[in-house]
């Protein structure tokens, strides 16, 4: 059974950082491209970075384009979403998820196992 565990949550100021952590089990992570997530209080689900089974590919949301670093270690099994200069508005739930065919990494449908989300609230 495929198990993503989300940590590094919590609450930072506006223009802070906070480093995402997704633990993986029960699979072959290197089979998997990796995303991570989000959903705001009120709003849809979107997506925010994808990456690879390799790392070769990238993919961010405009939204986030040179702030935000997607990155993935195979052999610890984790995937990892390092977000700088955040901002109120990216106050969310995010979730991270696998999915065995990675090549329409913003494409929520893409994704086959969701982890269960962490909290990141970003103050004024």
């Given amino acids: ?15 802070g950082s906070l480093r995402l ?3 993986t089990s029960g699979c072959t992570f290197s089979n998997y491209g990796m995303g991570w997530l989000r959903q705001a209080p009120g709003l849809e689900l979107e ?3 994808g990456i690879s089974r390799l790392s070769v590919n990238k ?6 384009k040179g702030r935000v ?3 993935r270690d195979n052999a610890k ?21 696998a999915a065995t ?17 962490t909290q990141v609230t970003v103050s004024s």
Avoid at 77 to 82: A, D, E, G, P, S
């Fill in 59 to 64: 993919n961010y949301a405009d939204s986030v």
């Fill in 1 to 15: 059974q495929v198990q993503l565990v989300e940590s590094g949550g919590g609450l930072v100021q506006a223009g």
């Fill in 21 to 23: 952590s997704c633990a």
């Fill in 69 to 71: 670093t997607i990155s």
């Fill in 101 to 117: 065919t990675y090549g329409r990494s913003w494409d929520l449908k893409t994704y086959d196992y969701w982890g269960q989300g």
């Fill in 77 to 97: 099994n984790t995937v990892y979403l390092q977000m700088n200069s955040l901002k109120t508005e990216e106050t969310a739930v995010y979730y991270c998820a």
């Fill in 47 to 49: 997506f925010v970075a």
